[in-house]
């Protein structure tokens, strides 16, 4: 199944690729789901993907990334690279104005560095080899690193560093600023207004630094609960998009059928999300290697890949996605097998203690995915508890670590230095962020491994370093890992342009039109 349609994808994608030929026409509203409704737009505060596929249109980052995941001008019009790859020179563009109206500078850039270092959980990261950051002029930013760094072009998409303004953050509670409400950015699109419940709008930036751009005037966000109704919503005309994972996987095969239908497995390349339980390394019975291990022998994957997730999905092998560099899968397996579970979880000493367990709240696939892992657990013995959330009822009980099991996806950037270690080194430990390690999973020999992997020259030496840290991470089983995901995005053909980067619809809106 996965196959067939994956070649269907392909062709599509082709189809869709032709509009590029075509001249851009100016004018008109697309109107695109975002599943579940964000929980803030603000790109410093909040990075839940739903955040960053709405504000990626608002803010801007220095850089941009192709579906290889070669830099691309962004803010930053060029930079070059000192001979010993220690300094980083990047020249802004000219003409670059805030939403307000207000000038973009290189003190934005320096603001923005200082601030995401202590906000951004995977900027703290991808910057920690950042010596200082200097503004020799307006126009110019210099990154002088402690040692040389690879991946360190890596780290400027709009989600990894976005640039805020200075003029309205300075001297505020950033978490409290009232323009956290309606962002400023200096995007193609600016924050027009948000009905909760039911839409978000976004509307064409008139002085957009690239001339005769976005060709569109408005984009609609659809905030639709309902599975059932985001599908028909789409079929009845109401939104031309569905971004990847807008619709449940059994309804993609149908809805991608039907006439005047696009559909790309594109613009997911920067982000190889991987799906993952996460499991409390503190406290209670998943504290215990024993019983992490038990759990991913207890869980059937493939049946979740094949029947959850309808084959848009890889069962995973650890930490890193195999889509990314220094990738290995000569690591301990966990093979579904229940018999090796219940006989692990005795050698634990686990009695029956209840575990509570978190779903994300993403919709129906994810439910009925907890549904059958509580179903796996239960069936060698595990007592679980189903904790059911919100959105920001999920993100608070995740950034204070209330939580035993539970799901999430997240984004791999292309490279373990930037998108696996947050999740596993220990000076990621803290409270209050989501999307680092909150499990509290603390082992010194891999804190060493993914310092020594981010800066080690050649490449074959880093692949060294990170096959053993995958070893390691693989026995210790800090998180339970689940799928390598896919998410399809579906359109209407008369969209065009829209996957045009790495990072896809994120950052897409500035070059889509539509074929009227």
Not at 17 to 23: N, P, S, V
Not at 193 to 198: A, R, Y
Not at 308 to 333: C, E, F, M, Q
Request: charged share 20%; proline share 7%.
């Amino acid at each position: 199944m996965l196959k067939h349609f994956l070649l269907g994808l392909a062709l599509t994608s082709s189809l869709c690729t032709a509009a590029l030929a075509q001249e851009p026409k100016m004018g008109g509203t697309i109107n695109a789901v975002i599943q579940p409704e964000p929980p803030g737009l603000m790109l410093a505060l909040v990075q839940n993907g739903p955040t960053q596929m709405v504000s990626g249109n608002i803010y801007e980052g220095l850089l941009r990334y192709s579906k290889k995941l070669e830099p691309l001008p962004g803010l930053a019009e060029s930079w070059t690279v000192s001979p010993d790859a220690k300094t980083y020179t990047f020249k802004l563009k000219p003409g670059v104005t805030w939403h307000d109206g207000k000038p973009f500078t290189s003190a934005d850039v320096l603001f923005s560095v200082e601030t995401l270092r202590v906000t951004h959980a995977r900027a703290r990261g991808n910057l920690v080899q950042v010596d200082k950051v200097e503004a020799p002029d307006d126009l110019t930013v210099v990154f002088t690193l402690k040692q040389p760094f690879g991946p360190f072009l890596g780290i400027f998409e709009v989600g990894s560093m976005p640039m805020i303004p200075k003029h309205i953050y300075e001297g505020s509670d950033i978490k409290t600023n009232a323009a956290n409400n309606a962002p400023i950015g200096t995007g193609p699109f600016m924050f027009k207004e948000w009905k909760k419940g039911s839409f978000i709008q976004l509307v064409k930036n008139p002085n957009y630094h690239i001339k005769g751009k976005p060709y569109i005037d408005s984009i609609y966000w659809q905030i639709i609960p309902d599975a059932a109704a985001r599908s028909v919503a789409y079929e009845t005309g109401k939104v031309d998009v569905l971004p990847g994972g807008s619709i449940e996987n059994f309804d993609v095969p149908r809805v991608s059928k039907l006439p005047n239908t696009c559909v790309t497995g594109e613009g997911w390349e920067f982000f190889s999300p991987l799906a993952w339980m996460w499991l409390n390394n503190r406290q209670g019975p998943t504290a215990n290697k024993l019983v992490r291990q038990a759990i991913m022998y207890a869980i059937d994957r493939e049946f979740a890949r094949d029947v959850i997730w309808n084959g848009l999905g890889k069962v995973a092998t650890g930490p890193s996605a195999s889509t990314i560099k220094y990738y290995t899968d000569d690591v301990r397996k966990y093979p579904y097998d229940p018999a090796k579970a219940k006989a692990l979880l005795k050698e634990a000493g686990y009695k029956g203690e209840k575990i509570r367990m978190m779903p994300l709240p993403y919709g129906e696939t994810w439910l009925r995915w907890a549904e059958a892992i509580k179903q796996n657990l239960n069936d060698v013995g595990i007592t679980i508890e189903t904790v059911a959330t919100d959105v920001p009822g999920y993100n608070q009980k995740i950034g204070e670590w209330d939580f035993d099991i539970s799901y999430s996806y997240l984004y791999q950037y292309g490279d373990p230095a930037l998108g696996v270690g947050r999740n596993y080194v220990s000076s990621q430990i803290v409270k209050g962020q989501q999307f680092n390690n909150v499990e509290g999973y603390s082992n010194p020999e891999i804190d060493q491994l993914f310092a020594d992997g981010a800066v080690a020259t050649p490449d074959s030496k880093r692949k060294e370093i990170y096959d053993k840290a995958q070893k390691i991470l693989v026995e210790d089983v800090p998180v339970a890992w689940m799928l390598e995901l896919q998410f399809p995005t579906i359109m209407n053909c008369k969209v065009k342009n829209l996957i045009t980067t790495g990072i896809g619809v994120n950052d897409g809106f500035r070059d889509a039109w539509i074929d009227k």
